[in-house]
């Protein structure tokens, strides 16, 4: 995989931390560079080097896109939101067969994997509910800083866990305008504390799934897999 490869990855999961039902996770499953990119994150003292060589093209890809595409896409959503949409379900669905090998690729099928399945997809159908139905919280000051640390530590589910989309999360904390908002202006004094929680909250749910890829990975794929069809409801126009 090559370091431009890596960068152009990095954009579109940048991108997706902007979209509202996208999940930057499932574009990293997607891209075929989930497992991998736990890997790195967590083991990366153990061969400082070749991760860094890795995750260094991504890092940078990912700042890109949420500070530029995000907003090309965001007018694409709005310009277009019925072609954007279907490209991105078009994208998703031609992946999910290999989704599929990769999760029978140690134990084979067993029919109660999909079991977990039909939990994550259930899941993802009552956070894009939620989105629709719940009155945003009003019990919090999208300014304080400690709040913020906890809505980038919240967010941070989003980006490790596929299907989960971290702007719902943060439009149920009601900071996504605040957070839009710091990113199209460079605001650090939101974006640093966002990106501790970001950081903090990353780190702690990535070794969760590093363990349970390591202990159930059919499970956990079969899972992945939920959340992932989940995403085309979220996508799809007339939803």
Do not use: W
Request: proline share 3%; charged share 10%.
């Amino acid at each position: 995989m090559g370091t431009l490869y890596r960068f152009i990855i990095g954009i579109f999961i940048g991108a997706g931390a902007i979209l509202p039902g996208i999940s930057s996770g499932v574009l990293c499953v997607i891209f075929g560079i989930y497992d991998k990119l736990i890997n790195c994150v967590l083991g990366f003292f153990k061969n400082s080097k070749e991760n860094f060589k890795f995750l260094f093209p991504i890092i940078i890809g990912v700042a890109i896109g949420v500070i530029v595409f995000g907003n090309l896409l965001r007018t694409l959503f709005d310009l277009y939101p019925t072609e954007t949409k279907f490209a991105f379900i078009g994208l998703i669905l031609g992946c999910v067969p290999n989704l599929f090998k990769i999760a029978n690729s140690k134990k084979g099928f067993k029919i109660h994997y999909l079991i977990y399945t039909f939990l994550s997809f259930g899941i993802t159908i009552f956070l894009l509910l939620l989105e629709h139905t719940l009155q945003y919280s009003t019990f919090t000051s999208s300014g304080n800083t400690l709040f913020l640390v906890l809505s980038g530590f919240v967010m941070s589910i989003g980006i490790v866990v596929p299907g989960v989309s971290s702007t719902v999360l943060l439009m149920i904390l009601n900071t996504y305008e605040v957070y839009l908002d710091a990113v199209s202006t460079v605001n650090l004094l939101v974006l640093i504390p966002m990106g501790i929680g970001v950081i903090l909250g990353g780190i702690l749910f990535l070794k969760i799934t590093e363990v349970l890829m390591r202990k159930f990975f059919s499970e956990t794929y079969y899972t992945i897999i939920g959340f992932v069809l989940g995403s085309l409801l979220i996508l799809y126009p007339r939803f």
